[in-house]
């Protein structure tokens, strides 16, 4: 009898060759499949899935929506293997399928996190040098976490500031241009990890270890510090918490530049095409999406076509 646990290795393996990125399905399927194999079964079924979503823990119907959506595209792929397996269905959890709006940090707040993940303890050092600077990276391109997390040292090229990313989401890959300050700073932590564990290594950001950082420590790190600088409530048993997430920090990024495009008279028509490109959304009403979720946003976007509007339709 192969174990579910098994069988999700190869799952993960082919859709990673594929180019998703699936470090949360990961640790959602992961449970649900350890939980399958203690009750000695070798198969999934609607009634498992049930008894699994009674002692996961509390969550609302949305983020159940979407643990759900993960289980039966595990589902349909074992049911190639074995027809034994049964496909929840898709109305079994009703949830709505809508984005957060995002949490825009101020300049202040951005700067706290990065020298506030500086501290971070470390036998050596290293943790609080790779948060802080994958944390101000995230900041000033709008990076995702994976992105940052994935990037080698092959991809850090000082010398012309450009990143290549590799591993963008659904497999893109992408040229990302940086600023004179945001190589300098990579360069120092380059540096000072090269002095620490020395060279040859392909990971560009490193634990102690030696290691490639995981998302799950990623995470952890970036709740701690929210915490301790008061955008979450402190935790016991070292919980993450609720509040402001890493990825809302590319959202800022996003949010950040668009505004400034409305206060600098430029079209937005015009630039949005370049910021997707730049972010790596597949398309444009990805990014136009943040004008609808900003306040500021929405209400610079009306205020320009009013302005449109009583010029008669010149901007």
């Known amino acids: 009898m192969t174990s579910l646990t098994t069988h999700l290795e190869n799952y993960l393996n082919v859709r990673r060759?594929?180019?998703?990125?699936?470090?949360t399905a990961e640790r959602v399927l992961r449970r649900f499949t350890c939980f399958v194999d203690d009750q000695g079964a070798d198969h999934i079924t609607v009634d498992m899935f049930l008894r699994w979503k009674e002692q996961f823990g509390s969550a609302n119907n949305n983020t159940w929506s979407r643990r759900l959506g993960m289980v039966r595209l595990f589902a349909a792929w074992l049911q190639g293997i074995d027809p034994r397996n049964e496909v929840p269905p898709v109305g079994l959890i009703s949830g709505k399928n809508h984005r957060p709006r995002?949490?825009?940090y101020t300049p202040e707040q951005i700067a706290n996190i990065?020298?506030?993940?500086?501290?971070?303890?470390?036998?050596y050092g290293?943790?609080?040098?790779?948060?802080?600077?994958?944390?101000?990276?995230i900041a000033v391109t709008g990076l995702r976490v994976s992105e940052a997390i994935?990037?080698?040292?092959?991809d850090v090229d000082l010398d012309n500031a450009v990143l290549t990313v590799r591993c963008g989401k659904n497999g893109k890959f992408r040229f990302v241009?940086?600023?004179?300050?945001?190589?300098?700073r990579l360069g120092v932590y380059r540096a000072e990890r090269n002095r620490l564990l020395g060279t040859g290594r392909s990971p560009f950001f490193l634990h102690e270890s030696g290691q490639r950082p995981g998302d799950c420590s990623v995470r952890y790190n970036f709740a701690r510090i929210s915490q301790f600088i008061g955008l979450r409530d402190r935790q016991v048993f070292h919980k993450h918490g609720r509040g402001p997430r890493i990825h809302d920090l590319r959202h800022t990024f996003a949010a950040r530049t668009i505004i400034d495009w409305y206060k600098k008279g430029l079209d937005p028509d015009r630039e949005m095409i370049k910021l997707s490109t730049y972010l790596g959304h597949s398309k444009p009403e990805y990014t136009y999406w943040y004008?609808?979720?900003?306040?500021?946003?929405l209400r610079l976007a009306s205020m320009r076509a009013e302005r449109s509007i009583t010029a008669g339709g010149e901007a």
Do not use: H, Q, W
């Open 17 to 23: 060759n594929l180019g998703y990125d699936l470090s």
């Open 102 to 104: 995002p949490y825009i």
């Open 114 to 123: 990065v020298s506030a993940a500086a501290k971070l303890p470390s036998p």
């Open 126 to 137: 290293l943790r609080g040098k790779t948060c802080s600077t994958m944390f101000g990276l």
């Open 150 to 154: 994935g990037l080698d040292e092959k």
């Open 177 to 184: 241009p940086i600023s004179s300050c945001a190589v300098d």
């Open 291 to 297: 004008i609808e979720a900003v306040p500021e946003l």
